[in-house]
């Protein structure tokens, strides 16, 4: 059993950056994918980028894209989230997660099994 923990979040001011980590414990291999979803107060959650961890394949939400950058570190078991050029609109709760999705599900929530416990991220002047 995966075991993920989120590290990074903080305040930012709009137009700065921050770079998320997520530390796994447990078997990555395989066709797993690793990615980060985010949760704002009183809306759902949201796909925000994944990476498949045995081809490195990434895919990102059209909001984000251009801005945030994950990647994987096989030797560290672990993945990253580079953010840059963050709105107050990115402000929320960002989750680590782990699965084996299907392209059709690589943006759903339902596509991963394991989640982190989740770090908070606030841009704000």
């Known amino acids: 059993q995966v075991q993920l923990t989120e590290s990074g979040g903080g305040l930012v001011q709009p137009g700065g950056s921050l770079r998320l980590s997520c530390a796994t414990s447990?078997?990555?291999?395989?066709?797993?994918?690793m990615g980060w979803f985010r949760q704002a107060p009183g809306k759902e959650r949201e796909f925000v980028a994944s990476v498949r961890w045995s081809g490195g394949s990434t895919y990102y939400a059209d909001s984000v894209k251009g801005r945030f950058a994950i990647s994987r570190d096989r030797a560290n078991s672990a993945i990253y989230l580079q953010m840059n050029s963050l709105k107050p609109e990115d402000t929320a709760v960002y989750y680590c997660?782990?699965?084996?999705?299907?392209?059709?599900?690589?943006?759903?929530?339902?596509?991963?099994?394991?989640w982190g416990q989740g770090t908070q991220v606030t841009v704000s002047s």
């Open positions: 997660a782990a699965g084996n999705p299907i392209v059709s599900s690589i943006a759903t929530p339902g596509g991963y099994r394991v």
């Open positions: 447990g078997s990555t291999g395989g066709g797993l994918a």
